[in-house]
C-alpha cells in the first residue's frame, strides 16, 4: 500500500526564508537602512546593484500579470493581452518611469569663456510625465530660460534633462522644482526661468473628463527673480516662440 503525503505538507515543510526575497524589497529595505527617499518622482538609480534593473522588470511583470488576472481579463487566452505584463513593465522600467531608474544622460558643461550674459530661451520642448495619483499622461511643453553663468551647456542638453526628470510619476509643480535644480546642478546660470504648459489625462480621460484643460506653471530663479524686466523679457521671448509655432 502506498501512502500519499497530506498535501498541506509540501508547504508546512518550506520555511518563508527558503522563498527568496522580491528584489523590489531588497532594494526598498537599502534604501531605508541608507535614509535615501524613494518617492514616486526620485530617481533611485545610484542605489540599484548589477543585474537588479533585469530583475525588478521580472517581479514587475509578475505583478502586472496578477493586476490583469485582478481585472478578470483571461490573459491565457486573449491573444492581445498574452504579452501585455512584460510590455508593461519594460514600458515603465525603460521608458514612462525611466526617469527613477536609470541615470541622468551625460551631459557635458563647459566654461563660459565669452562671459555670455545675454538671457536666451529654449522651447518648446515635449514634456511627457503621469501624474503619481492615477499613473495617467501628463503631456505639454516646457520652455526654459537662462542667463549664463560660470558654466554652459549645449541647447539640446535642455531636451535631454527635461526628458528624464518628467520620465517619472509626478506632480506638475514639483517636476517644474526638480528639473530646476538640476539646471543649477549642471551650468550653475545667473537666472533660470521654467515655464510648463500641460494637459493632464486624470482630467480629459477620466474624472471632469474636461478635455482642453490645461495647466500653467513657472518657476524663477536667481536674476530672473529679482529683476521684474528680465523675468518679463523671458515670458516675452516664450510668446514670440509660441507664435513661431502657429505660423
Ligand atoms: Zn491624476
Redesign the pocket.
Known amino acids: 500500500m502506498t501512502s500519499t503525503l497530506p498535501s498541506s505538507f509540501s508547504s508546512a515543510a518550506a520555511t518563508p526564508d527558503a522563498a527568496p526575497r522580491p528584489v523590489s524589497l531588497r532594494i526598498r529595505e537599502r534604501l531605508e537602512a541608507a535614509g535615501v527617499p524613494y518617492l514616486a518622482n526620485d530617481n533611485i538609480s545610484a542605489h540599484l546593484l548589477e543585474g537588479e534593473l533585469e530583475q525588478l522588470e521580472i517581479e514587475v511583470a509578475g505583478k502586472v500579470r496578477d493586476l490583469l488576472r485582478s481585472l478578470v481579463i483571461d490573459i491565457e487566452n486573449d491573444h492581445n493581452t498574452e504579452e501585455t505584463a512584460e510590455r508593461v513593465a519594460r514600458m515603465y522600467l525603460h521608458e514612462v518611469f525611466k526617469g527613477r531608474y536609470h541615470q541622468q544622460p551625460k551631459i557635458a558643461s563647459f566654461p563660459n569663456v565669452k562671459k555670455l550674459d545675454e538671457i536666451y530661451t529654449v522651447g518648446p520642448i515635449s514634456v511627457r510625465s503621469a501624474?503619481?495619483?492615477?499613473l495617467?499622461p501628463i503631456l505639454g511643453n516646457c520652455w526654459i530660460g537662462i542667463k549664463p553663468g560660470e558654466r554652459v551647456i549645449g541647447l539640446s542638453k535642455f531636451s535631454r534633462v527635461a526628458d528624464w526628470v518628467f520620465s517619472r510619476p509626478h506632480i506638475q509643480e514639483e517636476a517644474v522644482m526638480i528639473l530646476a535644480d538640476e539646471i543649477e546642478r549642471l551650468c550653475q546660470p545667473q537666472g533660470l526661468a521654467i515655464l510648463v504648459k500641460a494637459q493632464?489625462y486624470?482630467m480629459k480621460w477620466r474624472g471632469v473628463k474636461e478635455p482642453q484643460t490645461s495647466m500653467v506653471n513657472s518657476v524663477v530663479r536667481g536674476d530672473f527673480r529679482h529683476d521684474p524686466s528680465l523675468k518679463a523679457e523671458f515670458f516675452e521671448l516664450v510668446k514670440q516662440q509660441e507664435a513661431l509655432l502657429a505660423t
Open positions: 501624474c503619481s495619483h492615477h495617467v493632464h486624470c
